[in-house]
């Protein structure tokens, strides 16, 4: 399974945009990125998936990098309730499609 | 609401009873998945059900059993269990049996303690 690298913790003011990295050098070309996030003590919440191409959705934009080994997940104005932990993750194309969670980024959103 | 449903969201149990964890959903989703998640720790996958079959254990102790009836339900079902069994046990469900490019969804949770 595709590991992915983020790092533990990252602020981001109120109204700014949040850019959250993420490494994952050893994907598979059919492998795609998937991006979650969980409010405390919730069920982790579906943000945006993308295989090569940038997206983009009502909540975030994904970018990823040409040789597809990194990818930034972008919001463009975070607010408070936008602090949670969020995770990077490359999904398994068999087996279920299952989907192995990091340990994450922990996001504060500050006024 | 993402759809899927777990019942109880609570779940108090002494270390000699038997329960069971009810996770549901009416998406259409071909495979379902049970998390486990303790306190300030990432999602451990434990169970992966694919077109009603079971498709990976993470060497999970046999404690833990589940059941798949039918494509819209999934069972965790508990017995002699732990302390260090509690946590926040999460069901998800998804098309990702035949399709790639799709969302898998989360339930939100039951908060099992064991005493």
């Known amino acids: 399974d595709a590991k992915t690298t983020q790092p533990p913790s990252m602020d981001c003011a109120e109204g700014r945009a949040a850019n959250l990295p993420c490494n994952h050098s050893?994907?598979?070309?059919?492998?795609?990125v998937y991006w979650y996030r969980q409010i405390h003590s919730q069920g982790p919440q579906y943000i945006i998936h993308?295989?090569?191409n940038n997206e983009t959705n009502e909540m975030a934009s994904l970018i990823i990098t040409e040789d597809r080994k990194s990818s930034t997940l972008i919001l463009p104005h975070a607010t408070l309730r936008d602090t949670a932990v969020y995770y990077c993750?490359?999904?398994?194309?068999?087996?279920?499609?299952?989907?192995?969670f990091g340990q994450g980024t922990e996001l504060s959103v500050k006024p | 609401e993402t759809g899927v449903t777990q019942t109880p969201r609570h779940l108090v149990m002494g270390m000699t009873n038997k329960k069971s964890l009810k996770c549901e959903q009416h998406?259409?989703?071909?495979?379902m998945y049970w998390y486990k998640q303790s306190a300030k720790k990432p999602l451990e996958l434990m169970f992966v059900?694919?077109?009603?079959?079971?498709?990976e254990n993470n060497s999970v102790p046999s404690r833990f059993s589940p059941e798949c009836p039918n494509s819209s339900h999934l069972f965790l079902h508990l017995h002699t269990l732990q302390p260090e069994d509690s946590a926040l046990y999460l069901c998800?469900?998804?098309?990702?049996?035949?399709?790639?490019?799709?969302?898998?969804?989360f339930g939100q949770g039951t908060r099992l303690t064991v005493v």
């Open positions: 998800a469900s998804s098309q990702g049996s035949t399709v790639s490019n799709t969302e898998a969804f």
């Open positions: 050893t994907i598979s070309g059919n492998e795609y």
């Open positions: 993308g295989l090569k």
């Open positions: 993750i490359v999904r398994v194309v068999n087996q279920g499609g299952k989907l192995i």
């Open positions: 998406l259409g989703h071909n495979a």
């Open positions: 059900y694919s077109l009603e079959e079971r498709v």
